[in-house]
């Protein structure tokens, strides 16, 4: 167990142009969550999932972004068309269930994102 | 959107002295938790506390949570510069998803 990985750390692109992120969770994690953070502000809840199903989206993913996680392990998250605006840190997080670890949640280091 | 207000917003201490840092959320929960961010990185699990605490400890930190007025105080006894952060203090929302909802946070600067 080596913790949630992200990857990649940084990330610059050009507006318009498309990006992909990747989470790892902590293997025995069924639970995996994405957030976003802007420079001051604490994390925003992006998405969620349990296993393999997308269960909640929050209004702040617009129809330009979308994530998966096939076969419940690791999790992509991708930005179409990128705006100034998307320009954040990416942050993913996993969580365990009952026996499988304490209610808090491990996040990854994330993925600062720059659109220039 | 945010659940709640951290308090102060920055916080500026030498060595050796204690960091309080307050936290207010707006809905009823089950449990609240604190988080430190260090610049540029990911958040690192700090605390929980669960409704019906009202206080804990773990090391140098002190967690006290009053339900009735909707508010937590994290508490750094004998600060380090390796302290340096942002705290945020964080309440699970949502029925099964348990989303976090954040607060503002804190930026604390311990001074060596």
């Known amino acids: 167990d080596t913790g949630v990985s992200q990857d990649p750390r940084h990330k610059i692109t050009k507006r318009g142009q498309n990006v992909t992120f990747r989470c790892d969770p902590i293997?025995?994690?069924?639970?995996l969550y994405w957030y976003r953070q802007t420079l001051g502000q604490g994390p925003e809840f992006l998405t969620y999932?349990?296993?393999?199903?997308?269960?909640?989206k929050s209004r702040l993913l617009s129809d330009r972004f979308s994530a998966e996680r096939p076969k419940g392990s690791f999790s992509t998250l991708e930005i179409q068309r990128t705006e100034q605006g998307d320009s954040a840190m990416y942050l993913c997080?996993?969580?365990?269930?009952?026996?499988?670890?304490?209610?808090?949640?491990?996040f990854g280091s994330g993925t600062r994102l720059t659109v220039v | 959107s945010q659940q709640g207000e951290e308090d102060p917003q920055a916080l500026s201490i030498q060595e050796g002295e204690n960091a309080t840092m307050n936290c207010s959320y707006k809905?009823?929960?089950?449990?609240l938790q604190w988080y430190r961010q260090n610049s540029g990185r990911g958040l690192v699990h700090l605390i929980l506390?669960?409704?019906?605490?009202r206080e804990k400890h773990s090391g140098r930190l002190r967690v006290t949570l009053d339900t009735s007025k909707k508010s937590s105080s994290l508490l750094i006894t004998a600060s380090r510069a390796a302290d340096t952060a942002s705290y945020f203090c964080a309440t699970p929302y949502g029925g099964a998803t348990n989303k976090l909802i954040f607060g503002t946070g804190t930026l604390l600067a311990v001074q060596p």
């Open positions: 809905t009823s929960i089950n449990n």
């Open positions: 293997s025995e994690h069924n639970r």
């Open positions: 999932f349990q296993n393999e199903a997308q269960l909640e």
């Open positions: 997080a996993s969580r365990g269930t009952g026996a499988q670890g304490h209610y808090g949640y491990t």
């Open positions: 506390i669960r409704s019906n605490e």
